[in-house]
């Protein structure tokens, strides 16, 4: 994949079959505010979802184009191999969900190591 401007239109979870491999098969980690599925299959996909608890759609659009943009910027720094859903469970501040994102990408990293 070459850097540069990109679409994730063509990275993102889509089917059911993959949501239900990743929740069946994947392992999941917990963090602060997010839950994150993943499995090492095939290429790099990547989901994320915000419960209507967490606020009015305002809100849980702002945090999806966040994190979209996190990932996008973050992709080519992460192992391929993997598909990835992110389910956030709780609201969190700026300075604690940037902080989250970084763990979370941290982990990713590492997980080609092991």
Known sequence: MKKGLFSLTNLSL????DFDLVY??????SFSCYSVFFLRWGDIKFALS??????KAFYRNRRKRIL???FRKEIFNLPKGY???SLFRKPADEVSEKRELEEIFIFFKNQDKI
Do not use: T
């Open 14 to 17: 889509k089917k059911r079959e």
């Open 83 to 85: 598909y990835i859903f």
């Open 24 to 29: 069946r098969k994947g392992k999941k980690f």
């Open 68 to 70: 979209r943009e996190y």
């Open 50 to 55: 915000i419960p209507k608890r967490l606020g």
